[in-house]
Nanobody, 114 residues
């Protein structure tokens, strides 16, 4: 298991941008998939984006073209660049590592509001 710590959340106006970071306590080099999920109040947790060790990424339809996931194995960090944010992007964002049993961060709040 690795410990994951997210940062970079906050309050932003619609149309704005944020960059989330997820720092792992250990090497992520051999963790095949790293991802970001989100959970809005009253809703189920959903996958936002995921990236494999080879850099292949997939995205939820709702964020395609606006969000970009990336990983820096040398820094044991995964990023989520979020552009053109919408109020419906408001949620707690969680980092996920595909370790045995799965590892989760504590979450970071993203609020999109004018």
């Amino acid at each position: 298991q690795v410990q994951l710590v997210e940062s970079g959340g906050g309050l932003v106006q619609p149309g704005g941008s944020l960059r989330l970071s997820c720092a792992a306590s250990g090497s992520i080099f051999n963790i095949y998939v790293m991802g970001w999920y989100r959970q809005a109040p009253g809703k189920r947790r959903e996958l936002v984006a995921a990236v494999t060790t080879s850099g292949n990424a997939n995205y939820a339809d709702s964020v395609k073209g606006r969000f970009t996931i990336s990983r820096d194995n040398a820094k044991n960090t995964v990023y989520l660049q979020m552009n053109s944010l919408k109020p419906e992007d408001t949620a707690v964002y969680y980092c996920y590592a595909g370790t045995s049993g799965g590892s989760w961060g504590q979450g970071t709040q993203v609020t999109v509001s004018s």
